[in-house]
């Protein structure tokens, strides 16, 4: 709430972050993780064209993401261009974010498929958890 409150007013209405400058921490997180906290399962490896390495619990939560996106309900004649221009960037950064490390993995795994996919389901099970471990992984006292 505080992190709403601040980029609101002082960040002219979300435009800027002086929220992440004064300490308060951001959070990112997606229909997909909410579904697994419900109990929904991972279901089978997939890689969608143009999205990437996903499964059916994720695709289906990257649909609601997409409906309940307030951006999306913007009514005017050039709106798809909008759209795709936004996803167009947001992919371009993420690309270019995780292209050295794609690269090293691609030339470093023996079986690069499996690799992609193993590491997908680590850091999808990290975002899930949100950093903490599995109660099962503690020690017994």
Avoid: C
Avoid at 85 to 91: D, G, H, N, S
Wanted: glycine share 12%.
């Amino acid at each position: 709430m505080w992190r709403l409150t601040v980029n609101s007013t002082v960040g002219l209405g979300g435009f800027l972050d002086p929220a992440s400058k004064m300490g308060i921490p951001g959070h990112r997180e997606d229909f997909g993780q909410t579904l697994a906290v419900w109990g929904v399962g991972e279901g089978p490896y997939l890689i969608l064209p143009l999205l990437g390495p996903s499964n059916p619990r994720d695709a289906a939560g990257l649909v609601v993401d997409a409906v309940i996106d307030p951006t999306n309900q913007i009514r005017f004649k050039q709106h798809i261009w909008w759209s795709g221009t936004r996803q167009f960037f947001t992919l371009l950064d993420l690309k270019g974010q995780t292209y050295q490390t794609i690269q090293g993995i691609q030339r470093s795994s023996v079986d690069y498929y499996s690799s992609l996919r193993s590491l997908y389901r680590q850091i999808r099970n990290e975002q899930i958890r949100n950093g903490r471990k599995k109660g099962e992984d503690l020690p017994d006292f």
